[in-house]
Structure formats: structure tokens, C-alpha cells
């Protein structure tokens, strides 16, 4: 998978011609920068701005004359997107993304774990990119956008960033603060079977009218937030009706503000889902039965270090429930940092199942394997009496490269063993 990527804050300039136009600074790279995208054939760029609920297509162009492409050998790309109209000062978005996707004869004939809303045909592995423009200057964060399942009762008509998170990363080189494959694939997959019982039911299982989730490493949240999003229909397809859910990202200090701020994001979008979900078709396109749901999903954070937390050395809100889940993506890649994540998965077990004999953790862990000795991550399970499953494997074919793919696991631990 390539994303695009915002180098620096998008900004206002006058041309020679004194047109309006926005400048962009942008590259198309993997999710850890270490790969450019390279096309056999040049990957035209679109470009739309929304304000409120109207949204129009931006004339695009790399200098004044060429249209806005990506080319093999580039690695960054300056653009100017041209105003048809002066820019409002109002909050407007605008969003960069693939118009096509070139070769795609490697493209998998299953459906693709990544999806967006936006148009033209564009390749379902180059994932745009929005930045929010407010008084006319650039947010300091860009913004990806992950569509979550419309109403169960078929109603179409309503707004589409009513089925949507926003998750903000930091603009720029730095890889610290963005989403990465596993986390974006995983939290689309989820996304996609949240109504099935088959698939939820062995993967994040809801046996009780109440649900505690939590997040290891969660960078900028995107796989807790989702669970957050879609645990109402998941709780439904397994038939409970959820009065009662928490879910707590965790991650070290340098990941708090981007975490909160995410989560800020993010509660919006998860009310207005609140009053939407729930119902349940009966068979008759006139009868819907309203059933009884969780008021609010208690989305939070707080910092987990994985040396303290090997210790059972947990925070308030993390020692305060017993945890039904526990859900990480992109973790595996310092083969150092694996001793501690194990012990804190294995002290997370025994800490909820000392505050309630019936829980028995289970880790949902998504990983793109990176190097071979990752594999150390299943031994130190093992001598910790986890077992290991392969759920789901998505491939991702790369252009000029060879193909990866995103693996979910389920892990569990029997009882509150040592």
C-alpha cells in the first residue's frame, strides 16, 4: 500500500497571473517511508474541496501548464491546486487522491480492506489524504478518513460523514504519528464484518450485556476508535443489546496529544452513530425493532509503558476493569520491545481475571510482517501459555515490488493461569 503524504501544511498563494491558488508539498510513499511509488505509467492526481455539505473539484496542476501527476523516480511533488472561486473562511476540506491506479492486474479479485467515499475510479491502495483549511490557513494535522458500515435499516440518504472516523496524523517525514498497513486494514476489515455473527463471534465475541476493549500501542488510535464505531452492530449480530461498553486507548507520553485528539474526533462521529444504530430488520421492510443499546461508548486514554505494564504497574483507568479485549496492530516490528508487550499481555490477563474469575482476555493482534525475526513474538506466547490463530490474511500487492499482506491473529490464554 502507498499513501499520500502532506510534507508541509497546505498554503495560500497569488500566481503571477494573481490567481488564488493552494500549494501542496506531498510524496506517495509506503506506510514507513522507506519505498517511493513507482508507476509504469503516470498516476493522475485529483484534488476536491467541501464546504459544509457542497463539494467541488479543484482545477489541478504541477506548474502552470502540466496537469498534476505522479511519475516514476519522483519523491516529493509540488502542486498548485487552482481556485475556481475565492476560498471561504468557513472550515473547507480538501482532499488529494488517486484518480487511477495505473497496472492493476495485481490487484486481488476478493474486495480490498481499504475503502473510501471519494470518486473517479481511483486505486484502492494509494489512500488520499484531507487537510481542514479554517479562516483560509492550513490545520497543523492531515486527515485520513475511514468509512464505517451505513445503517443496518438501509437508509442510504443520509450524510456520509455520519459513517465515517477521521483520524489525524502529523504533517511531514516523520512516521512516528501516522497510521501504518496493519492498523488501517485490520480496522477496515472489522469495519466490513461488524454485522456478521460468524466472523465477530470468533474474533471480538460480545457474551454479555456490557464490553470492556483496550488498545496497546494505539500510535494515533485508529483500531480502538474503530471498535468504538462499530461495537453496537457487533454486539447485535451476536445478539446482546449493549448497556454498558469502554474502550481505552494506550500508548507512551509521545503519543498522547495525537491519541486525544483523535478521540475528540472521534466522539462526534460516534454519537451521531449512537442514534442511528441498533435497529434490527425482522423480515418486513415496515418493521424495524428499536432494541435497547449502550447510551454512549466511553472512548479514553491514558499512557501505558509496556516495562511498567509487564509489572502489572497499570494506571488508574486500566487497573479499574477487567478486560474482555485487547486489540494491537503494528506492534511486532522491534523485536527488543517484545518481552515487555508479552508480559503486558500476559499481566492484562491476570489482572481481569483477578477482578472477575469469568474473563478471559483475548488479544486480537494485526501484524505486516517486516523481517523474519518477528517470529521470536510467537515463542515468548508459547513459554507464556498463549495460543495463536491465524483469523484473516489480506494481501497487498505493490507496484514494482514484491507483494506483502496483513495478518489478524487471535490469541488466548486459558483461565488466570501464571
Known sequence: MHYIRLLRPVSMETTNRREEVLSVLLTITTDLGDSFFGPDEPLALGATLKTGSRARVLACQADQTSPLQWRAGMRVLK??????EP???EKTTVCIFARSSGDRSKTPSNRPYWRHGYEDGQ????VPVSVDMIDRVCAPVSLRTLPLPKRADGDDASNDDEHSLELGEDIGESIARHIWDAGLVTASFLSDSCRSAAVMADILPVRRDRINVLELGCGVGILGTTVAGIIWETAAAQGQSLVEAHVLLTDVDEAEERARANIARAEGALERRRTHVGAQENGEEDEIEEKPRAQQVQLQYENLDWDDGRQGAFGPLAAARAWDVVVLSDCTYNVDSLPALVGTLSALHRHSHSLDANTATRVILATKPRHASEEALFGLLGEQGWSHR??????????GAEDEGVEVYVLERKGGQE
Open 79 to 84: 502542486a498548485q491546486l487552482r481556485l475556481r
Open 87 to 89: 476560498l471561504p473562511r
Open 123 to 126: 486505486t484502492e491502495l494509494i
Open 390 to 399: 491465524v483469523v484473516k490474511r489480506v494481501p497487498l500487492p505493490r507496484v
